[in-house]
């Protein structure tokens, strides 16, 4: 069984090394991404240390700040985007606190995202403003299923960052057949190299079993191919630009999102 003290070591020695890497590379801005990694793993790390409690506060700051992005790029208004921030915390908190009661939390959120349309007399937008507000719902009130996995969530989210890494560097530089139309910069030259370096990375830290394989080799790419369909829709490059070399937060967790619906369902 996996811990997060066994993970700590893994994750450090692989921060020095890809430091290393980085300023031998003298390219800044993989030096801007790495200074934002080098801050946020021990962050997440020390979540994860923390237990469920931690896991569950890390859940709901990624989420609130994931759903702001969202309802700006979905040109949500601001009491959608308060309301679809209320229903995420709502669910991480029941997952933690009371996981029996989950649907019913769904359910009251969902509906709540109704009502503010409805309470505006939306004509125009209303339809549109309730469906992003679904969508959003359901895909970030994923990260609640971080807290009963504990140290298996953190090898998840490892191997999914492993994979994108490789994943973008390996596309670049070998090329090939796109992926997708829906991202023509990304091909499967990368997508493959990322899918083996993810399983390997999960190999290394002690937590490869068949559905966290398929979560990371094919939900992570498709939670990168389904935030890409949802800003091309709108015309957006990045879901923000506040994080430093990586665009915003929602950029960062879109593979992780879907690996981890794929891993909760197969489990």
């Known amino acids: ?131 992003a507000g679904l969508l959003g719902l359901a895909w970030l009130s994923v990260l609640a299923g971080l807290v009963p996995l504990g140290a298996s969530g953190l090898a998840l989210f490892v191997a999914v960052s492993v994979a994108d890494i490789v994943a973008y560097f390996t596309g670049q530089r070998f090329g090939g057949p796109p992926l997708s139309p829906l991202s023509p910069a990304k091909r499967w030259s990368g997508t493959l190299a990322g899918a083996a370096a993810g399983l390997a990375a999960l190999a290394l830290l002690s937590a490869l079993s068949w559905p966290m394989a398929v979560a990371v080799a094919v939900g992570g790419p498709v939670g990168d191919l389904l935030e890409s369909m949802i800003k091309r829709g709108v015309q957006a490059k990045d879901s923000g630009r506040w994080l430093a070399g990586s665009g915003g937060l929602l950029d960062r967790i879109d593979s992780l999102l879907i690996a981890l619906a794929v891993l909760l369902i197969l489990r």
């Open 1 to 131: 069984m996996i811990t997060v003290a066994s993970l700590a070591p893994h994750l450090g020695g692989a921060l020095v090394l890809s430091g290393v890497a980085v300023i031998a590379s003298r390219r800044r801005e993989l030096l801007i991404r790495w200074c934002a990694w080098a801050i946020g793993v021990p962050l997440v790390t020390a979540a994860f240390w923390w237990g469920r409690p931690g896991v569950a506060a890390a859940a709901i700051v990624v989420g609130v700040i994931a759903a702001i992005e969202f309802g700006e790029l979905m040109r949500l208004g601001r009491p959608d985007r308060l309301v679809l921030a209320m229903g995420v915390t709502g669910v991480v908190l029941t997952v933690w606190l009371s996981p029996g009661q989950v649907l019913r939390v769904l359910a009251v959120s969902a509906l709540a995202l109704a009502v503010v349309p409805l309470l505006s007399g939306d004509v125009d937008h209303g339809g549109r403003r309730l469906g």
